[in-house]
């Protein structure tokens, strides 16, 4: 075959994908914009938000849900596609031309690159504004309905009772409260342990201080004791009381804190990064389910690749099979797939399976099922 033919035919097929893919993103952002309002609306009118608001949150929810919409609706509209085209014998007369189906494919492979990156780039720039944008919308709402009320409302950027595990520098900060605008703590006690998990130090302050410098984070602790311990045996070898303790060994990130009081599963990649990069890892630890969630969302634009994949040996089979046929089975997988990002996220989560190993078992699995598959059908 000559060139313009092939790519007449690679035309066809990104036509014809983009007309199902358009229709299946487009339902299924209804459906999640049903469900969205059901859930919020209610709870936005006894709050007397405005309809504006209301709006803003909902369209906000369908940025935010687009990183698990666009694996989900490629996977159905390339079945679909290839289904049909297999139906109507399409695939046939062009494997009869002398095209190959990885050539056949290669449009679909490119859209699954693309949106790949696509993801890579909504997850690190689009959707954490959305995700922001739509917490600090529904905070500002519970806010203002409080305040009408009379009732005492926990500004902005405080949290209560916030534990932080910083493994890196293998400390655990203890804040009964914590305000980020105010740039305030209260009552704060921090553990400092050795590198065998023992501990060699520990600030117990009424309240302390801290500032955003040059060179990083500073704290100033006041009105409290400095007390240190003998590694080996852990007895109180001194304790004294100190007015003001600022000392430049304290870099923590308080907004890291701020974040690690939230669900994981609410936070954007900017406030997890944040997490990950000032605590790091401990198996078992406190920050494992964080650690999960960033990898979590590394992952996500790989899956569009998998999904590309998965849909061929679906697609291209014996006889004259319909394409909702393909499409019901896509629902099969996609539960199946689902129940395995689950599981696997259990264990990355509770510190049983390393959280980035735990992120990419799913792709990875369901990759070494589809790719033998691949090479049977072409």
């Not at 339902?27 to 999640?32: I, R």
């Not at 009772?161 to 921090?190: P, T």
């Not at 598959?373 to 072409?378: D, E």
Request: with cysteine.
């Amino acid at each position: 075959m000559s060139f313009s033919p092939v790519r007449l035919l690679d035309r066809y097929i990104v036509t014809e994908w983009a007309k199902v893919f358009a229709l299946t993103m487009l339902g299924f952002m209804g459906l999640l914009m049903l469900s969205e309002g059901y859930n919020w609306i209610p709870d936005f009118l006894s709050w007397g938000a405005s309809v504006g608001t209301i709006l803003a949150f909902l369209l906000l929810g369908q940025v935010k849900s687009l990183s698990m919409l666009i694996p989900v609706s490629l996977l159905i509209s390339v079945i679909f596609v290839l289904a049909t085209m297999n139906r109507n014998q399409e695939i046939a007369a062009a494997r009869a031309a002398g095209v190959s189906m990885t050539r056949l494919t290669a449009p679909l492979w490119a859209i699954g690159g693309l949106l790949a990156g696509l993801l890579v780039l909504l997850n690190a720039m689009l959707v954490p504004d959305a995700i922001e944008a739509q917490n600090a919308l529904q905070e500002e709402a519970q806010f203002v309905a409080l305040k009408a009320k009379g009732g005492s409302a926990i500004p902005k950027g405080q949290a209560s009772s916030v534990s932080f595990e910083n493994s890196k520098a293998r400390r655990l900060w203890l804040i009964s409260n914590l305000g980020l605008s105010a740039g305030q703590a209260f009552e704060v006690v921090v553990h400092c342990f050795d590198e065998r998990g023992r501990e060699v130090r520990r600030v117990s302050a009424r309240f302390a201080e801290f500032r955003k410098t040059a060179l990083g984070w500073r704290w100033t602790f006041r009105e409290g004791r400095d007390l240190r311990f003998d590694a080996a045996t852990g007895s109180l070898m001194a304790q004294p009381r100190f007015q003001e303790l600022a000392t430049s060994g304290f870099d923590d990130d308080p907004e890291a804190m701020f974040y690690a009081t939230k669900d994981p599963a609410k936070l954007s990649l900017r406030e997890v990064s944040r997490i990950v990069d000032q605590a790091g890892f401990n198996p078992g630890g406190a920050n494992a389910a964080y650690v999960m969630r960033y990898h979590a969302i590394l992952s996500a634009p790989a899956v569009c690749l998998v999904v590309i994949a998965v849909a061929i040996p679906f697609s291209v089979r014996p006889g004259r099979i319909s394409p909702m046929v393909g499409v019901a089975q896509t629902f099969g997988l996609f539960l199946a797939f689902y129940f395995l990002t689950s599981f696997c996220a259990a264990f990355g989560e509770s510190g049983a399976m390393p959280p980035m190993i735990a992120a990419w078992i799913p792709a990875g699995l369901t990759a070494a099922w589809a790719f033998p598959k691949l090479r049977s059908v072409n």
